[in-house]
């Protein structure tokens, strides 16, 4: 049974480019959580979705934006890329959006 | 919001002894309490949680306890390991439309072989 996957695992953009990352949860699983990770801190929620709607959304800036789809993946939108966005960002997965999360492997974005 | 507190950032122990991490929170209402191990460049591994109607939970070597009027929480690794080597987060979150945990900074915890 697979668990969260994520893609791409790694990207380098240059400042003001835009990325898309994105994540498939655990078959059964219909909420999808965004974190940021910044080398030394532990997760800051960014989103969470369940059901294709929005339910939480942490302290970013308008630059991010996320999505789910029907078949409950995601996506994670950033746009004008600054250096301080350079960071892993994970995605969870869980049943509902309640309690225990499953995390993916992460993208790590560099920003250059 | 909430804000969770975690110490220490680093703890360096013998293999077989035991390591303890503590965490406090701010948020009275918050009621579940997750600890993720993160092996380095790997993704977060949910280790054992523990929800505000218990004080104690097992599960074979690692333990966590709760205080709820302290409002802090503590992970308990026993007999410690070199693949215990890691780093450690807390977790809080209240309960609602949706589980959102705030984590703590993290601790490197260094097993000497």
Do not use: M
Not at chain 1, 11 to 40: A, D, E, M
Not at chain 1, 75 to 94: H, I, K, M, P, R
Request: glycine share 8%.
């Amino acid at each position: 049974d697979a668990g969260v996957t994520q893609s791409p695992t790694h990207l380098i953009k240059t400042r003001g480019q835009h990325v898309t990352l994105r994540c498939s949860p655990i078959s059964g699983h219909k909420s999808v959580s965004w974190y940021q990770q910044v080398l030394g801190q532990g997760p800051q929620f960014i989103f969470q979705y369940y059901e294709k709607e929005e339910r939480g959304r942490g302290n970013f800036p308008d630059r991010f934006s996320a999505r789910q789809f029907p078949n409950y993946s995601s996506e994670l939108n950033v746009n004008a890329l600054l250096l301080g966005d350079s960071a892993l960002y994970l995605c969870a997965s869980s049943f509902q959006g309640r309690e225990t999360q499953y995390f993916g492997p992460g993208t790590r974005l560099l920003v250059l | 919001g909430e804000n969770v507190e975690q110490h220490p950032s680093t703890l360096s122990v013998q293999e077989g002894d035991s390591a303890v991490i503590k965490c406090t929170y701010s948020d009275s209402a918050s009621n579940y309490f997750p600890w993720y191990k993160q092996e380095l460049g790997k993704r977060p591994q949910l280790i054992i949680d523990i929800r505000s109607n218990v004080g104690e939970k097992k599960d074979q070597r690692i333990a966590v306890t709760l205080n709820k009027t302290a409002k802090h929480f503590s992970l308990h690794i026993t007999e410690t390991q070199p693949e215990d080597s890691a780093v450690y987060f807390c977790a809080a979150s209240r309960p609602g439309g949706s589980y959102i945990p705030t984590f703590g900074r993290g601790t490197s915890l260094i097993v000497h072989p």
